[in-house]
């Protein structure tokens, strides 16, 4: 091998490297490692961890993560300087592998069942431990200080501790991140992620069904992760623990959705919505802030964002069609899964070769126009709830009365599309209630009650919006082009739909909804379904499928309902 030297070695070693790098434990390094005080050192060391072998790297900077993960984890730096990494197997959250430990202080307020699955406490701390000892095996365990919840009076103290510098550097992005004076008085954190989850789960524990496990115990305000590296766990972990202690905890509503704010109006609009029904998309507004992309919390001062950072999907990312979100993807941001040209690392997100659901997280403030404190101070004038009809049959637009409004919340109808979860490979029609089922953690009926009692104190429009399928069902028809769900958007946010007259609305029957028959940009045609679809039999065959499918998916809250909002849903004469 050639030397810049020109002198022949045996021992390979790369030259012009500066000697920090080839001695990772100098004192260069060690000035980001370890650097906590007394009673947080004696935290770690009540808690398992060997602080004679393992060094912690706390809130470093992004840069040496950067460093960390080409190092160490085959992570690549992308044309545009986003980090690429890769989440090995799991390439989407695992629903099936979620517990919550059953202990007295949550265990009646939990909605048991299929989503919050029994854990019991001698389990959780087996796995605590399994999840401790891994990372003890580590030479570096990263450590990352932050916030959940904008507003000081709500916000929580978050801790992740974990072995890769991908996941560090997606909570850095996705958490609040911390001043330095507010890192330095941090203190006790009130939720700690242990994410070891390069570690399998031992199957023949009592409880596990599978090598992933990923688990929260209320009672401890912790949670663990094993056998999963998918970063996506432990931002849901955070939103699953908000979606619990706000209601009880401050009797504030927290929701599954993204926020814009109107500087001209002053208005604030709350978008509902699952994974790929376009709530990312559709916040990114140029002519709006941004107050967040996906979780907030409906407080009695206003509207507040729970992340620091956005997660958006990449699939068939471009320009031209989010303009905003492409141009984040730059230093600082993660690309997820995503596949890259190898000769000039250009990413390519029309490659679906690992997965559908390749992801980009990245910092707020990389929106030029996010809203930052990310919060406002006024009450939705607008709530738009979105949903991606894989059969064609609802409107692109339709004006809800309040008790519609809660039917729809509740039922949460859409369609799960390719890769937001493992197995998913075509969409598949989907009732997720309070659009959040994956995530929800009280009774359905607690949050839409909140959320009908907001509604009606801030007199808020509510609209059902539907970027699936127009013209025909999945398989004939098409999606619902943007522009024109953009157009429908601006008309809601402009006040010109609220502003028709009745006479320029017509019902849809069998759902019972208002729709608009005109708004500017937007062919006539399209708002009908009943015009856009060319087989008139095969429509209205959808339509009584759907309605049968609405009502038999609504049939187990309604004991819980008021009688006006159950005869809000469709009715099949």
């Avoid at 209601?247 to 814009?260: E, I």
């Avoid at 607008?382 to 692109?396: E, Q, R, S």
Wanted: charged content about 25%.
């Amino acid at each position: 091998m050639y030397t810049p030297h020109g002198t022949h070695h045996s021992h390979y070693q790369t030259p012009y490297v500066t000697p920090y790098i080839l001695n990772p434990a100098s004192a260069v390094h060690d000035q980001f490692e370890n650097n906590f005080m007394g009673k947080e050192i004696e935290y770690f060391s009540e808690a398992g961890f060997d602080m004679s072998k393992i060094h912690i790297r706390r809130n470093a900077p992004v840069a040496q993560l950067y460093e960390d993960a080409v190092r160490n984890e085959g992570a690549i730096i992308s044309s545009t300087g986003a980090l690429i990494n890769f989440s090995g197997k799991k390439t989407g959250r695992s629903p099936k592998d979620k517990r919550i430990v059953f202990e007295e202080t949550s265990k009646d307020e939990i909605w048991w069942g299929p989503v919050n699955i029994k854990m019991d406490e001698h389990t959780f701390e087996i796995n605590r431990e399994r999840a401790i000892d891994y990372l003890n095996t580590r030479d570096l365990v990263y450590v990352f200080d932050g916030y959940a919840g904008w507003d000081p009076k709500y916000r929580i103290k978050v801790r992740v501790i974990c072995a890769r510098a991908y996941h560090a550097l997606f909570m850095n992005n996705m958490l609040i991140r911390p001043t330095e004076a507010e890192l330095q008085d941090f203190g006790e954190p009130d939720f700690i992620i242990y994410n070891a989850g390069q570690f399998p789960a031992n199957r023949f524990t009592a409880g596990m069904t599978s090598t992933t496990s990923v688990e929260i115990n209320f009672k401890r305000m912790e949670m663990v992760i094993l056998g999963t590296e998918y970063a996506g766990e432990m931002k849901k972990g955070v939103f699953s623990v908000m979606h619990y202690l706000m209601p009880v905890k401050f009797g504030q509503l927290s929701l599954h959705s993204s926020a814009n704010y109107g500087t001209e109006k002053e208005d604030v609009t709350l978008f509902f919505g699952l994974s790929g029904t376009g709530k990312t998309t559709l916040s990114a507004d140029p002519k709006r802030q941004l107050i967040g992309d996906d979780e907030h919390v409906w407080s009695d001062e206003g509207v507040f964002n729970i992340e620091g950072g956005c997660y958006a999907k990449c699939i068939n990312l471009s320009p031209e069609k989010e303009p905003e979100i492409h141009a984040a993807i730059r230093f600082g941001s993660i690309l997820e899964n995503v596949v890259y040209n190898p000769l000039n690392r250009i990413p390519d997100y029309d490659d679906v070769g690992i997965t559908e659901n390749t992801r980009c997280a990245y910092p707020i403030e990389y929106i030029p126009n996010a809203r930052i404190p990310c919060l406002a101070d006024k009450q939705p004038t607008n709530i738009i709830m979105l949903t991606c009809d894989a059969f064609g049959v609802l409107p692109p637009v339709s004006k809800l009365t309040p008790e519609q409004a809660s039917y729809h919340f509740l039922a949460g109808y859409t369609s799960k599309t390719p890769g937001t979860e493992d197995g998913v490979l075509e969409p598949i029609p989907t009732f997720s209630t309070c659009y959040s089922a994956p995530f929800i953690v009280l009774h359905p009926s607690r949050y839409a009650t909140m959320l009908a009692e907001r509604m009606r104190g801030a007199n808020a429009h509510c609209w059902l919006i539907n970027t699936g399928w127009v013209g025909g069902k999945y398989g004939s028809g098409s999606r619902c082009p943007l522009r024109y769900t953009r157009a429908i958007v601006d008309a809601i946010h402009n006040g010109s739909l609220a502003a028709l007259p009745e006479s320029d609305y017509e019902n849809f029957d069998v759902f019972g909804l208002s729709i608009p028959t005109k708004v500017d940009n937007v062919p006539s045609e399209v708002l009908d379904p009943r015009k856009a679809w060319p087989d008139k039999d095969a429509f209205n065959k959808e339509v009584k499928k759907l309605a049968g499918m609405f009502n038999r998916a609504f049939a187990v809250f309604e004991k819980q309902v008021d009688e006006k909002v159950r005869l809000a849903g469709p009715r099949i004469v």
